[in-house]
């Protein structure tokens, strides 16, 4: 792999440069410090899991000496010498700490680790609360991932189970959030961007997501209204955080489907940290139960490290590496698909010659220079890099027929092919080859002053993109026969792409936010940024404010209750709500730039989405145990959209902001213990999203009236849950099961006309069951073997994919009889699937 960074002259724009100017300004003053003799007390806080708490405050009793925890958990107070004294450890719903600290001398730097109930304390249970409750984010358990039968492998599996997210794919790590398509999702890995694939058709050909479940410690994400620190992207960010070990650990995942293992440790001194994963997947057994039979040779890889040295104390340089190697390699052999009605049924049947080969190798690496010059600043600097070769090589041939199938019951030949309909013959080639690669260098800081926490960024970024694009498709049905050659002597194709593109730019982006705490009695916070985006490809420099705003409005009065100011009184329900407004501005990447015809518009403009979002969560308890209801309330204004249709998981884009809409829509979540515990959730969301098109026309070339219609992403209706039990009398014995039910997308026939895909796929139904032994458990105190001296956990576990056997389908092909009618043939996903797997930590 080649990383090379590209210097540009060109700069951006004068609103861009002033905002820059400021962002740098104010970093560099956040840096003179003055230096005392003082004693320092350092550390990290954890809670009861062991997982690092940011954000917590920590106060010098009787004094007026503050401080806040980083997101990984480290804190360091400068505290007077010569005297014993306490420190107090607090979180907005959490539990106070108080620890006695020594006497220390002059320059002494002492060492304090300290580990919190983080939770508010309900009989025998502790409630886990959202860390960012003021805001519109969910925060996510990561061991949960592992426990959701998964038959892609992915890590976002669990997001799926989230209000507002969706997804009719379960081959796929992609999932559309409340109306936006695939590319309008921001995905982070330790403040690291993280890109996808470009060239993938089918779930299938996806391979594994950049994420490993194992090496996750911190899960954040936002469905809307996400903060000014957060990219530009249109619809959600899934904000991830790999560990930071303290000791040695390791794990290892085995099933039918593929292997993943991981290894994580620390030096003596903890100076020196190290987190290793590497995975196997191949989905080729759930692949056999497809409609096109043939010989399936998926192999995907991935190996991922991140590599932390502590330099001093208050100075880190860690390093984050990923590489990637995914092949899909198919050699079709037949077709049989049934569909139709109960009175009217078809059968397609089609005879392949030919071979599918995807494959496709991606880097991404990044440094991080992290300086904490006291404890209320934090400084980063970050560069990474991400190279993407993807090469889709297929040449597939095949001869079809379509007949009707007999539906009389008394019929001798009942379900069986009748009369033909159509027969005819097809050729799709491509050679096509994209090379990707993308450079960034930028700098992030935090600063708390106590009652308000300042953030802000600024990056470059430059992108080389080389895409070579030959494909052709001919189809010849009987009735219709054309000849492979026209008049002139040129092959009479159906479609013919033949260009060699490239793609230079660069980009500079930065934003400053500030998050303030107006009125502690009631936790009212409000944060409120700015960010901007300048690409050089269009010179189109965009600005886009945010805000988010949570207050409790019952926290008073329940604190003084709790403090029997209110004797004989009722608390009042524990109530937080929330609101929040911002424009996020999408400017195109690369797949947006390019039309059908292989064409890049130098033109295009940045999309544009207006959150409104208003919503809250209830913290409640039910059968003693507690839970939490979560509603938000959506509407989203679209401007300057770029109409595209989607093909299974390919969305190939009109090129041109000629469409305007909006999405609106209600998300509730309701999640708890309904089994002593253990959690599980349930979640509704029903949506609508429409745009309009201007200069759109039928196949005739005449105009079309603008008028809006449903968006390709336009589901109106999905549900989930994820419901985790065990046996009462053999809690060893764990059951997990996971829901999904989506209402039908729009399609219609590929004639490049939106306005036509008026039709709606059938709902997509789903039930995965994944029944678990506990063989060795965390809480094992007899370690009286072998195995269980060396092995922290264990448990051997039986999955059931797609339990109930439902063919779902992902899209349709379209097929002509010699009547000249059209038919819509869908590709169905996969059927059930038994997958042993076994687990086992140490």
């Not at 290892?252 to 030096?267: D, F």
């Not at 400053?512 to 010179?539: A, E, P, V």
């Not at 269980?788 to 059931?800: N, P, T």
Request: proline fraction near 4%; aromatic fraction near 14%.
């Amino acid at each position: 792999m080649n990383f090379k960074f590209k210097t540009f002259i060109k700069l951006p724009s004068k609103t861009a440069q002033v905002l820059y100017l400021f962002v740098l300004f104010f970093g560099l003053n956040t840096t003179l410090l003055f230096a005392q003799k003082n004693a320092v007390v350092y550390g990290t806080v954890v809670d009861s899991t062991g997982k690092p708490i940011d954000g917590v405050n920590i106060q010098v009793l009787k004094k007026t000496i503050t401080g806040l925890t980083n997101e990984n958990g480290y804190y360091s107070l400068n505290v007077p010498p010569d005297s014993a004294f306490q420190l107090v450890f607090s979180y907005v719903g959490g539990l106070s700490r108080i620890v006695n600290v020594r006497a220390l001398t002059a320059g002494e730097k002492m060492r304090q680790e300290v580990k919190m109930s983080f939770g508010i304390e309900l009989g025998a249970y502790v409630f886990i609360e959202e860390r960012n409750r003021d805001k519109t984010i969910f925060t996510i358990n990561p061991r949960h991932a592992g426990a959701i039968p998964n038959i892609s492998g992915s890590f976002e599996q669990i997001l799926k189970t989230l209000p507002g997210v969706s997804s009719n794919n379960e081959l796929s790590s992609q999932y559309n959030v409340r109306g936006g398509n695939y590319d309008e999702n921001l995905i982070y890995v330790n403040d690291v961007e993280i890109y996808r694939p470009f060239l993938p058709r089918s779930g299938q050909q996806e391979g594994l997501s950049f994420i490993h479940t194992e090496l996750v410690q911190n899960v954040k994400f936002s469905a809307g209204g996400f903060e000014a620190r957060y990219g530009d992207k249109m619809s959600s960010v899934l904000d991830i955080t790999y560990k930071n070990p303290k000791t040695f650990a390791a794990s290892a995942n085995v099933s039918l489907l593929g292997v993943q293992t991981h290894t994580e440790g620390a030096s003596k001194d903890l100076r020196f940290t190290y987190l290793i994963g590497a995975r196997y997947w191949s989905n080729k057994y759930v692949l056999s139960t497809l409609d096109v039979k043939g010989d399936y040779q998926p192999s995907f890889y991935d190996v991922q490290t991140l590599l932390t040295w502590h330099l001093k104390e208050n100075l880190s340089l860690s390093f984050l590496g990923s590489y990637a190697q995914n092949k899909y390699y198919f050699i079709p052999q037949d077709r049989e698909t049934t569909f139709g009605t109960v009175n009217r049924a078809y059968q397609l049947k089609i005879y392949f010659d030919g071979a599918d080969l995807m494959h496709y190798q991606t880097g991404t690496g990044a440094a991080t220079l992290n300086y904490q010059p006291n404890h209320r600043t934090q400084l980063k600097l970050i560069t990474s890099s991400f190279y993407s070769n993807e090469n889709e090589i297929f040449t597939v041939e095949g001869a079809y027929r379509l007949s009707d199938i007999e539906t009389d019951l008394g019929s001798d030949n009942f379900a069986r092919a009748r009369n033909l309909r159509g027969i005819g013959y097809f050729i799709n080639n491509a050679r096509n080859i994209i090379v990707a690669n993308v450079n960034n260098i930028g700098h992030r800081g935090y600063h708390n002053s106590g009652r308000s926490n300042m953030q802000w960024g600024a990056f470059f970024q430059t992108e080389n993109i080389s895409d070579k694009l030959h494909e052709w498709y001919y189809e010849d049905s009987a009735g219709f026969s054309r000849p492979p050659l026209d008049t002139n002597g040129n092959f009479n194709l159906n479609s013919y792409l033949n260009t060699g593109l490239t793609l230079s730019s660069y980009r500079t982006n930065g934003y400053i936010q500030n998050s303030q705490t107006f009125n502690k009695d009631y936790n009212t916070k409000l944060t409120y940024g700015i960010r901007t985006n300048y690409w050089s490809y269009n010179n189109e420099n965009v600005i886009s404010p945010r805000v988010q705003l949570g207050f409790e409005p019952n926290r008073k009065y329940n604190r003084h209750l709790k403090d029997s100011l209110y004797p004989g009184k009722k608390p009042r329900k524990d109530w937080l709500i929330k609101a929040a407004y911002g424009w996020y501005y999408q400017p195109p990447f690369y797949r947006e730039l390019r039309d059908f015809d292989g064409r890049l518009n130098p033109h295009i403009k940045a999309q544009r989405a207006i959150h409104y979002v208003i919503g809250g969560d209830l913290n409640f308890t039910a059968w003693n145990r507690p839970f939490k209801f979560t509603t938000e309330l959506y509407y989203k204004q679209l401007d300057n959209l770029i109409p595209y249709e989607i093909e299974n998981v390919r969305i190939r884009y009109f090129a041109n902001n000629n469409s305007k809409g909006y999405a609106t829509g209600i998300d509730l979540r309701v999640n708890g213990y309904f089994v002593k515990g253990v959690e599980s959730w349930a979640s509704l969301s029903v949506m609508k999203t429409e745009e309009k098109i201007t200069d759109a026309k039928d196949m005739a070339g005449n105009p079309i009236t603008p008028h809006y219609i449903p968006r390709p992403t336009d589901q109106r209706v999905t549900f989930a849950i994820f419901f985790q039990d065990y046996l009462p009398r053999n809690p060893k014995v764990r059951m997990s099961l996971n829901l999904i039910y989506g209402s039908g997308l729009p399609f219609g026939v590929p004639d490049r006309n939106r306005y036509n895909d008026l039709n709606r796929i059938p709902s997509y139904r789903r039930v995965d069951l994944g029944i678990n032994r506990v063989l060795v458990s965390e809480e094992t105190k007899e370690r009286d073997n072998f195995w269980k001296r060396h092995i922290k956990s264990a448990w051997i576990g039986l999955e059931v994919f797609n339990l109930l056997g439902v063919n779902n389908t992902i899209s349709y092909i379209w097929i002509q009889d010699v009547e000249g009618n059209r038919y819509a043939v869908p590709n169905y996903l996969t059927n059930r699937r038994v997958n042993l797997k076994l687990m086992a930590r140490f």
